[in-house]
């Protein structure tokens, strides 16, 4: 079975410039997850879908990050203007349902995406 | 994140020794995940806890959730160099959370 694929793998930008991060979740999962993970931090939840309904993005900076899952499959994450402290690796997740209560199911993950602003 | 908090931060042990990861919530816990990252890399599902008590091994590895299940602990038995990584444990309160991770080096 193939696992949660991200692209690209490495980016640098400007900041103030704009970047796109793209993953395609494991066929047949339903919810999938953007988490960015500072160096030396765990991961933090950024936007959760579930098909391609938004279940939350309570910590989504929606000034500047900006994300979808059209048709419920893959997803992009935007982020623009880019800034200095956005310096950091996107992990996109999915699992096979998930959702707001009960227990999550289990998250697989994709290799991250590590992007630094200069 | 708050929620969780890890100990320790970092840990370097000699090969072949035991040791033991530690996860805290101060919330009841409903589920509690381990997880392995290795630098550059994403994170490797290890094992999921549900019920106070409840224990669960793959290969060296124990994991353990408390009766009142606000806490969790790893456990490596005789560590090796290929269990040298980041060790995060994750939990859902409302949205999933992770610990800030305790990092293990492993001394061949």
């Known amino acids: 079975e193939a696992g949660v694929a991200q692209s690209p793998r490495y980016k640098i930008i400007e900041k103030r410039q704009s970047v796109a991060f793209w993953c395609n979740p494991i066929?047949?999962?339903?919810?999938l997850y953007w988490y960015q993970q500072i160096l030396g931090q765990g991961p933090k939840l950024l936007i959760q879908?579930?098909?391609?309904?938004?279940?939350?993005d309570s910590q989504l900076p929606k000034d500047r990050f900006s994300a979808e899952r059209l048709k419920g499959v893959d997803s992009t994450l935007k982020i623009q203007p880019a800034k200095l402290e956005d310096s950091a690796v996107y992990l996109c997740?999915?699992?096979?349902?998930?959702?707001?209560?009960?227990?999550?199911?289990?998250?697989?993950f994709g290799p991250g995406t590590r992007l630094l602003v200069l | 994140s708050q929620e969780l908090e890890q100990s320790p931060q970092s840990l370097i042990v000699q090969e072949g020794k035991n040791l033991t990861i530690n996860c805290t919530s101060s919330?009841?816990?409903?589920?509690l995940y381990w997880y392995k990252q290795k630098y550059g890399e994403g994170l490797i599902f290890l094992m999921m806890l549900q019920k106070g008590g409840e224990e669960k091994s793959h290969e060296k590895i124990t994991a353990k959730l408390d009766e009142k299940k606000q806490q969790s602990s790893l456990h490596i038995t005789a560590s090796q160099p290929s269990h040298a990584g980041i060790y995060l444990c994750?939990?859902?309160?409302?949205?999933?959370?992770f610990g800030s991770g305790t990092k293990l080096n492993v001394k061949p």
């Open positions: 066929s047949g999962h339903a919810t």
């Open positions: 994750g939990a859902e309160a409302g949205k999933f959370y």
């Open positions: 997740a999915s699992s096979l349902l998930g959702g707001t209560s009960g227990p999550q199911e289990t998250q697989y």
């Open positions: 919330k009841t816990l409903y589920g």
């Open positions: 879908f579930q098909n391609n309904g938004v279940v939350d």
